[in-house]
Nanobody
């Protein structure tokens, strides 16, 4: 019954910033580990960043490390992805997903149980 809805996507110039939001509703008891994933044209869906339910552990793909920041506000049942210094190669549909948050693969695509519908991010001049 958990539902996730992404927002905040849009078009931005290289070097710009966007903040994506992932709002959870329904059975927020299962709003535990949150992952952000993206799928660019012609590419497989890939992990971008993940955060544990407590928010104490975060992971980032090498391609976004130092530029993106994942966070969450459990009181608002919302997770965020702050994206700075955006590059054209960041162009993709971005998805948030929720998982149980345990196991060595807790941040993997296969560990996610509920997915949002995605929001498009376009980085171009």
């Amino acid at each position: 019954q958990l539902q996730l809805v992404e927002s905040g996507g849009g078009s931005v110039q290289p070097g710009g910033s966007l903040r994506l939001s992932c709002a959870a509703s329904g059975s927020t008891l299962y709003f535990t580990a949150i992952g952000w994933f993206r799928q660019a044209p012609g590419k497989e869906r890939e992990g971008v960043s993940c955060i544990t339910g407590s928010g104490t552990i975060t992971n980032y793909a090498d391609s976004v490390k130092g530029r993106f920041t994942i966070s969450r506000d459990n009181a608002r049942s919302t997770a965020y992805l702050q994206m700075n210094s955006l590059k054209p190669e960041d162009t993709a549909v971005y998805y948030c997903a929720a998982g149980k948050g345990y196991g060595s693969d807790w941040c993997d695509t296969g560990a996610m149980d509920v997915w949002g519908q995605g929001t498009l991010v376009t980085v171009s001049s």
